[in-house]
């Protein structure tokens, strides 16, 4: 049946002693975090275990669920716990009451390094007009509100060393990539993202000819920038080779062979670990990033996130060179768009953040431009339509003169984010 599979794996854990020893403490605590969260208890089991010495030696425990299950496993001598939650989605969604259990649990075993797995759980019913797998897969862009996209068929999965990488085709977006869980990019829509991630940089810089990209193992961010003949070399910085072996098997339709140019330098190791090493100098860096948390927990890109990354990046940059990257959701995500930009400042004279709505992923997106003395909002349109025809570049489906200048008006919502100058 659909469900949500939760796992945390706690290590170092720092909560009280009667937590990891004592099974009516644990009965207890997951008794009200579960009836807390909403969720039906319909029976429980906790049992202790002892040494040879007849000391402690951890608790077992699960309680049953209407929903399904929530359980727990104690080390005390390791102060370690793990934890595992499932719940069905069958008449109703419950993922986000699983994720407060899970949550909660963790505040209380207070651990400082935890890890945590998420599985969507199920078999995709079948359409039987075309006999293609189908089902609604849920994205959260909140606590409390989610993104739905129906799947069609899964084309390709795979668990690399660092993240699960999914494939798969729907009927509204045609082929996406999921990383985690989480929606990366699809064929139908990938030019609202690259282009306005891409362009509004590339041509407000008068000729640039070297760039950085972290992050973008689909190619979609390569590709447009390869639409600039000025570019003589791009280095693309992908931690997960994973991604793109399979987004040169399946997202032809985004990369369109960018993924094989000759300008382009692979190289695939921590975008922070080479910001920090390398001598070379960019016109263009495009932090072309997951989400700082994943769905999973996973926190791939979250040092590239940081005022000491902001400042390196900004040594890396030519005098008229440009940082580009994607600051989430301002409405539902108001905190991270309005930190972000505020670390910025502490490396950079020149902010400059703009908005545009993806379709996959369900909202309004934030974007920046950060430099040290080029502003991209003063560049005329008569001068961006210029540098289009100049450059030769093919007809665009999102970007142009007109777009570039409405990129940067920003609603007054949005203007509220900015930090103080």
Not at 117 to 139: C, N, V, Y
Not at 300 to 316: G, H, N, S, V
Request: proline residues 5%; glycine residues 6%.
């Amino acid at each position: 049946m659909e469900g949500l599979h939760l796992t945390a794996d706690c290590f170092n854990c720092e909560a009280a002693p009667e937590y990891f020893v004592s099974p009516e403490s644990l009965r207890l605590c997951l008794s009200d975090i579960t009836i807390a969260a909403g969720l039906t208890i319909v029976g429980e089991k906790f049992h202790p275990f002892t040494h040879e010495d007849g000391s402690p030696a951890g608790v077992t425990g699960a309680l049953l669920l209407a929903e399904s299950h929530v359980a727990i496993h104690t080390w005390p001598e390791r102060h370690a716990v793990t934890l595992d939650v499932y719940v069905c989605n069958f008449n109703h969604d419950n993922d986000s009451k699983a994720r407060q259990i899970v949550d909660a649990l963790i505040a209380v075993f207070k651990p400082r390094t935890v890890s945590r797995q998420e599985l969507q759980r199920g078999e995709l019913a079948s359409d039987p007009t075309t006999g293609l797998a189908t089902g609604l897969t849920f994205e959260a862009l909140s606590d409390h509100s989610f993104a739905a996209t129906r799947i069609n068929q899964v084309l390709a999965r795979h668990t690399s060393a660092m993240q699960d990488i999914e494939i798969a085709d729907t009927s509204d977006f045609g082929k996406v990539m999921r990383l985690d869980g989480a929606m990366m990019t699809s064929e139908k829509d990938e030019f609202f993202y690259h282009e306005c991630l891409v362009h509004p940089a590339a041509i407000a810089h008068p000729e640039p000819r070297t760039a950085l990209i972290i992050g973008g193992g689909d190619g979609g961010s390569c590709e447009e920038l390869l639409k600039h003949p000025s570019i003589t070399s791009i280095t693309l910085c992908e931690i997960d080779a994973d991604v793109v072996t399979m987004a040169r098997q399946h997202l032809g339709n985004i990369h369109r062979g960018a993924l094989d140019d000759s300008k382009i330098q692979h190289r695939h190791e921590d975008g922070f670990a080479y910001v920090g090493s390398c001598s070379d100098v960019y016109d263009l860096i495009l932090l072309d990033l997951t989400d700082p948390v994943s769905p999973t927990g996973n926190s791939l890109a979250a040092t590239c996130m940081t005022e000491e990354f902001f400042q390196i990046c900004a040594r890396r940059l030519t005098t008229e060179g440009m940082l580009v990257l994607h600051l989430g959701s301002p409405f539902y995500h108001p905190e991270r768009f309005s930190t972000t930009l505020a670390k910025l400042q502490t490396a950079f004279a020149q902010i400059h953040p703009y908005t545009v709505f993806i379709p996959l992923y369900g909202a309004l997106w934030g974007m920046a431009i950060a430099s040290k003395q080029l502003n991209p909002q003063t560049i005329p349109a008569s001068t961006v339509n210029q540098r289009i025809k100049h450059r030769g570049l093919p007809l665009l489906k999102y970007y142009n003169a007109d777009v570039h200048q409405a990129l940067f008006a920003l609603p007054n919502y949005v203007k509220d984010l900015m930090p103080a100058t």
